[in-house]
């Protein structure tokens, strides 16, 4: 019987389900592979066959839009009253004591340090460090091969890229984006943005933002 059902799109789609396998061996999953339609929605008939009481989920979706598509789906499913535990990599080092938010997704060989506080929705990169006494809000997505220093505040909707080394004790404001490998050394603005050359983000203000 399944017990948990992954929907997303690929390449996240085959990746969480790869990862789920690993942290819960044995786990009976599905994996519906869905897309906005023209409207901009997202057809979800699928859940008419699972139970929240029987069943939990899990969110495989991208950074695009400030990562507010995943978020909205996210929403769909908590409306329905699904739980979404968080995906957590068997060969990530995470400190007892830190506090990971629904849907969250820490990927391989990353590393949480004591102290830290992860919101809801969060995608923490292949390899990369979260130090000691970090708060990231809801809705974060991290690269791989990042380090964000100690004490840093990651706000919500903010999308850093990979190969990104941020100092101790930084703030990086809402919806901003640093796409690109960078050192960040002072704090960040809201609304501020660094895209690599063809970026899929979409524009920053879709969301009247």
Not at 76 to 103: D, Q, W, Y
């Amino acid at each position: 019987m399944v017990s948990k059902f992954i929907v997303g799109i690929e390449p996240f789609l085959s990746q969480a389900a790869a990862q789920w396998s690993d942290a819960e061996p044995g786990i009976s999953f599905s994996k519906h592979e869905i897309k906005l339609d023209r409207e901009y929605k997202f057809n979800l008939d699928f859940l008419a066959s699972y139970s929240p009481s029987e069943v939990t989920g899990f969110v495989a979706w991208g950074n695009d839009f400030l990562n507010f598509q995943r978020w909205e789906l996210v929403g769909e499913l908590k409306k329905r009253g699904f739980r979404m535990p968080s995906l957590i990599h068997p060969s990530v080092v995470c400190a007892t004591e830190a506090l990971i938010g629904e849907n969250s997704w820490i990927m391989p060989q990353a590393a949480i340090f004591p102290d830290v506080k992860i919101g809801l929705n969060c995608v923490i990169g292949f390899a990369t460090n979260i130090g000691t006494g970090v708060f990231l809000s809801n809705n974060v997505w991290i690269g791989s091969y990042s380090t964000i220093g100690n004490k840093c505040v990651v706000n919500s909707h903010v999308t850093i890229g990979d190969f990104v080394r941020v100092n101790d004790g930084i703030t990086i404001g809402r919806y901003a984006i640093r796409e690109l490998p960078t050192h960040i050394k002072s704090d960040v603005s809201d609304r501020s943005f660094s895209l690599s050359q063809g970026s899929l983000f979409g524009n920053i203000f879709d969301y009247g933002i």
